[in-house]
């Protein structure tokens, strides 16, 4: 079922102002798909088209085609969707037809929708309640947070209730998507109080529906049940998680918006989750730098200038991070985190995570590279593996015989890098914990020194060049090196880089601290 004018000359005059609008035309992908479905429709051959075609006809892909292994397609239509309500929100109706084009969810036939003929339709009309759209189906997709609603639609703001009622009753699908709960459950606290995750941590997945997950390391997120405007989008590609549950990056909230999240009075930090899977090389947007900076507003205060994750991680699928401190809920117990765009693209956030902060100073930040936690014996813990890009982990079956060993049983080796966010403008004291449990006299790799060297550097400056810590240990073999006066680089990053010389670099542990809190 479709909805035209009868007239075509009009709405190829209305398909060919889409055609040209930065919405369509800044994409290959979407022109061709546009415009193989409005031939086809033209020429009365909608009802034949399927997923299959398109993939060949439009796209380009080979004759073996296999729709359940590559979802083109369904991430295509579920872009091209948005973009023509990104469109008419932005312009309105084509001005020479009257027209607008709308592609209903589960379809592949476009509607063209004469808007001034409908908006002369009597309004008596029931309360209808709208339904953003969902996202397409993920390949391998971590579980949906609560069953979806029974029906969802697309709808461009037109102003008209009329228009509203007509569309919805028209192509409002049936039946709800069947999830499967994994790591999941329901939620059923209230939307106006908050839900204190990991003792006083709130972690938000953004753009997933509400419900609580718990990822892989026993952490507990909620699902996005705070914003205000733009748009929830799942996520296809596959991201470098560095280290965090890579189903916290499968959805992500796109589009000027704002969070108004509840908290007790009190300083808070914030942290916010990024990975670029729209634009860069190889991603559907492609572009570069600066396809889509944007800034962050705090409680109606400029909080961070300038953010462009692309500028910040070179290659596109990858996690980075940003941190705020000396965070307060509003005088209306909300903290209002707003994403606003700068010039062009929109911004976009796939998580938030809020812990209890302190005055001007971010968290210590303490890790162990390997899954779990680790509890020391001074009541500090230390977190999971994470932040990392490149290298291999190990856990070792033994421990060194030194206080707090069990830090050292968990091993990054390789060539790797941690990207920390901090804050800009303070300084920082950096100490790394190095245990040789391979080579040496005795060990299972045997040699000794010489055996392994290899070079630390943070921000590029040397911290460790041509380190041979066989030498330079106890007869543990286990080393602690602490560097102060470390300076974050303009994205507020300490990027520690580990370079091999002979064998691999290597890594136990890392304690990131504000060194004002240590002098």
Known sequence: MHMGTGNHERERDALRTLLGSP????????TKILSYLCEKYFAGESAQVKEYHIALEALGRPADFDQKKDSIVRVEMHRLRRRLKEHYERSGPDPNSGLQILIPEKSYIPSFVDVNALAAVPQTLPDVKLFEEPAPELKSP????RRAPSGRVVLATIGSAALALFLIVRYWPTGPKDV?????????TSTTNPIPSNGDEIRILCGRQPGLYVDRFGQTWDGD???KGGEAVQIQNAVMAGGFDRNVFLGMRVGNHTYNIPLKAGLYQVEMLFAETEYGDGNPLEGGELSRPF???????????????????????????RILTDVSPAGDGMLHLEFQAISTGQPFVNAIIIRPGGPGKVLPFRMV???QRYRDSKGHVWEPDHYFRGGSTIVRPTTPGVPDGEMFRGERYGRFAYSIPVLRGQKYQ??????????GTGRPGAGGAGSRIFSVFCNMTPLLRHYDLIPDAGPE????????????DRNGKLVFQFDADVNKALLNAMEIIDQSLVQ
């Open 225 to 227: 049940r705070y914003s």
């Open 23 to 30: 919405e369509i035309s800044r994409s290959p992908n979407l």
């Open 430 to 439: 950096a100490t790394l914990y190095f245990w040789e449990s391979w080579l």
């Open 477 to 488: 073999q286990v080393k602690i090196k602490t560097f102060r006066n470390l300076e974050p």
């Open 142 to 145: 971590p579980p949906p947070l």
């Open 180 to 188: 499967k709960a994994e790591s999941l459950i329901a939620s059923t």
């Open 369 to 371: 590279c390997r899954a």
């Open 295 to 321: 800034r962050v507003v705090v409680n109606g205060k400029l909080a961070i200038e300038d953010i462009d994750i692309l500028a910040e991680t070179v290659d596109p699928n990858i996690a980075t991070s």
